[in-house]
């Protein structure tokens, strides 16, 4: 089946740092890539839709200069949290697209800013 | 697409009993609806999915059962086991456009 890994799965940084997170599609190529942040006890709200080789569509209210989306191949997105605060703590979990419009979740990654 | 809520709704079954989750979904013109399945600290796991032009599917174990006019979908889980301890999401979407999540049900199975 179709895999897609999150790397770092945790990740402690300091307040004012920036962090950055892979989203990989292993086994498949993805055109389309989501970011998706999820607070605890709480469901996943969509960030940004990353497309392969053009800029990412972010959602209301998302910073698209704090939230830097880049993806730069088919199986490759990153998302790099910039000047990070402690209330960008949270579970930041990426998706992939096949060619199907099937959508695979990865694993999330816990960020944590103290 | 659905608020946001910030508690979870808790369903707590017996091993072995059937366990119903239930999920209101606000956009008529959705079209496709997936149910996952999410343990702690892991991403959503799929589980089923149903189209619009059905209201009832069946896998192993599970049933999802889909109302369109009254814009509810529900997941029927057979002798749930402790392993299907987890919050459950459903998830619209409309023609291939981005997934709405909705709020999330915590599924507690003691054995």
């Known amino acids: 089946g179709a895999v897609v890994s999150q790397h770092p799965s945790r990740v402690i940084c300091k307040s004012g740092t920036s962090v950055k997170i892979e989203c990989r599609s292993l086994?498949?190529?993805?055109?389309?890539m989501f970011w998706y942040r999820q607070f605890p006890k709480q469901s996943l709200m969509l960030m940004a839709t990353s497309n392969e080789g053009s800029k990412a569509t972010y959602e209301q209210g998302v910073e698209k200069d704090k939230f830097l989306i880049n993806h730069a191949s088919l199986t490759l997105s990153t998302l790099t949290v910039t000047s990070a605060h402690p209330e960008d703590s949270s579970f930041y979990i990426c998706s992939a697209m096949d060619s199907t419009n099937e959508q695979y979740f990865g694993p999330g990654t816990r960020l944590t800013v103290t | 697409g659905e608020s946001v809520g910030l508690h979870l709704p808790t369903l707590s079954v017996q091993e072995g009993d059937n366990s119903i989750i239930n999920c209101a979904y606000s956009?008529?013109?959705?079209?496709?609806f997936i149910w996952y399945k999410q343990e702690s600290g892991k991403g959503p796991q799929f589980i089923i999915d149903i189209r619009s032009n059905m209201d009832k599917r069946q896998g192993q174990r599970v049933t999802v059962l889909l109302n369109k006019t009254v814009k509810h979908l529900s997941l029927q889980i057979a002798a749930t086991q402790p392993g299907d301890s987890a919050v459950y999401f459903c998830?619209?979407?409309?023609?291939?456009?981005?997934?709405?999540f909705g709020k999330g049900t915590m599924l507690l199975v003691s054995p």
């Open positions: 956009n008529s013109a959705s079209d496709y």
């Open positions: 998830a619209e979407n409309e023609g291939y456009s981005t997934l709405t």
């Open positions: 086994d498949f190529q993805a055109t389309t």
